[in-house]
C-alpha cells in the first residue's frame, strides 16, 4: 500500500469511531464487523530492529537517528470491553 492509501484507511477508521457507526474489515473471504464504545483504550507503539544490534527496542512516540539500517513498526491499538461501554481516561500529550 502507498503511504496515502494507508492514510485513507485510517481517515475512514477515524470517521466511524467518530460518528458511532459500526463499520467492517476485510482481508479475502474473512471479515469481521465491530461496533466500538463510546469510550475505548488507544495504545501507540513504535519498535525498530536494527541489524546491527540483532534485537528490537521499544520507544513511546521518539524519534532517534540510530544510523543503523533495519525496520521500523508502528502499531496503533484500540481496544474495548465487548460487554462495557467505559474504560479509564484517554490522553494525548
Known sequence: M??????EYLRTVADRLES??????????ESVTLTPPSRIEFEVEVERETSDSGGSGEIELETSDSGGSG???????????????????????
Open 2 to 7: 502507498t503511504t496515502a492509501e494507508v492514510a
Open 20 to 29: 458511532g457507526e459500526e463499520f467492517t474489515l476485510e482481508s479475502g473471504s
Open 71 to 93: 525496520e521500523i513498526e508502528l502499531e496503533f491499538e484500540l481496544e474495548w470491553d465487548e460487554n462495557a461501554d467505559s474504560t479509564g481516561d484517554l490522553t494525548i500529550e
